[in-house]
């Protein structure tokens, strides 16, 4: 934890909520798609971790539209440091069971 004298630190990192907006914001910017929501948030050792799910092709109906699962890292002040996508599937898919009864 931060000691009282480290206050000038604290103030610097943004929260939570400025993470999740700004990776977001950064990645749309970056891929040109719209950002849809973020399924996954996390700090580690080097920033944060964070998984956003993007529309990559919008169709009609909806259910048919295309997703993708982007795995984003940001450094300790928010900046996007490097994403991949992990993921593309159908909007009305769900995940199939995994081996074993996990999901």
Do not use: K
């Not at 719209?34 to 948030?41: G, H, M, N």
């Not at 984003?72 to 995994?98: C, F, I, K």
Request: glycine content about 8%; aromatic content about 6%; cysteine-free.
């Amino acid at each position: 934890m931060y000691a009282p004298d480290d206050l000038s630190e604290v103030e610097d990192v943004p929260g939570p909520t400025e993470i999740l907006r700004e990776a977001s914001a950064q990645l749309s910017e970056l891929t040109g798609m719209a950002a849809e929501s973020v399924t996954s948030f996390e700090r580690s050792d080097d920033g944060w971790e964070l998984e956003i799910e993007v529309l990559e092709v919008a169709r009609i109906p909806d259910t048919m539209s295309l997703l993708a699962s982007y795995h984003v890292r940001l450094d300790p002040q928010g900046t996007l440091v490097g994403y991949r996508r992990v993921r593309r599937y159908e909007r009305g898919r769900s995940d199939s069971p995994r081996p074993g009864g996990g999901r």
